[in-house]
Each structure stands twice: as structure tokens, then as C-alpha cells.
């Protein structure tokens, strides 16, 4: 169980390592290391998704040396609330950016072990602070999704 605090209040996230245990060792390497402190949610996408993980306030990128081979075909579903990894079109190259689906999103589930069937690697769920994800997915946006208001995760540690 993470604790995600952000300058809009806090999400409490239980993490599958049954299901995903590779993806949850990477996202708590990330954890560990003291990536998350300071990144903001960058991309914020109402009746879709919020993103963050990967950059700074100053919309600097951060370094993520640590990827890990997609685990979307485990069984879990991208529906609202549920934490999955972010990645580039290479279906294996999840890193630190993670996303919240703030709407069942069926159409980024695992289909098939091909390029565009791999899906998003579903690895947590959110178990309080859902009301701070549902503030963040309405802040207005600029182009590229970038919300006008940073919202800004100060700390992310383990709780019981």
C-alpha cells in the first residue's frame, strides 16, 4: 500500500504484486529512490485518465533508467480507480510514468501479445482519495493535455 500526497490531498493506492509483481517491483524502485517527490500529474484527461510520474513542475522530463516488460495480460481490468503503467508504442518499455483511470477504460486492456493488442499494465487500485483524483481530472487543460493548475505529488511512501 502506497500513500500518493499531492497538493490537492492524499490517494491511497493498494498495489496487486500478486497480479503484477514485476510492474510493482519497478513502480517501488521508483518509490524507493525518491523518484515521485516533486513530479506533477502532467497530462489530465477527464472521462479518460490523470498521468504523472515523469516531470517536474518546470515541465523538465526525469530520468528513468528502470523499464519493465508489460504484465497486461494478468487479468486486471483499466477501470476507474485502477493505477496502470504508462509506456511509449513499445508495449515493454513502462517506466516510471504511471496513470489513473478515472472511467472504466476497456479499450486500453490486454487483447493479444502483438504491438497494438498488449495494452496497459494494470497494477493497483485506488482505496481512498478518489475524491482527489476526480478534482485533478477536471482542472483545465492547455494544449497537450497539460493542466493550466499544477498539481504537484510532494511524496509518495508506504503505509500499512
Sequence with gaps: MILMKTTKGNIKIELNEEKAPKTVANFMKYVESGH??????HRVIDNFMIQGGGFTADMMQKRAPHTVENEANNGLKNLRGTIAMARTSDPHSGGAQFFINVVDNGFLDFKAPTMQGWGYCVFGKVVE???VVDAIKVIPTAPGDVPKETVTITEVVVVK
Design 36 to 41: 515521485y517527490t516533486n513530479v506533477i500529474f
Design 129 to 131: 482519495g478518489m475524491d
